[in-house]
């Protein structure tokens, strides 16, 4: 994840300090939004120019970090 720190800005100016691809106004929050949507990671660098392959990793990999760093607790459902 290091590698690719560089790569995401928060900025509270932008996005109300939503974590972004640098240089962008593109949310890594977006970016989940389009991946489970059935976006490739390459189909949304081609549907959006300003993006990297490199740079949807990045959110991947920023989105992969908080997630490790969170407990998540799932409710059981009983029928």
Do not use: H, W
Not at 14 to 37: A, Q
Not at 38 to 44: G, L, S, V, Y
Not at 46 to 54: C, F, I
């Amino acid at each position: 994840m290091r590698n690719f720190l560089n790569k995401i800005e928060v900025n509270p100016k932008i996005l109300g300090n939503k974590p972004i691809i640098r240089g962008t106004r593109i949310s890594v929050e977006f970016i989940l939004e389009l991946l489970d949507s059935k976006m490739t990671p390459q189909e949304i660098a081609q549907e959006y120019p300003q993006l990297t392959l490199t740079d949807v990793y990045a959110a991947i990999s920023y989105a992969t970090g908080i997630v490790k760093q969170e407990e998540i607790l799932i409710p059981k459902f009983t029928d």
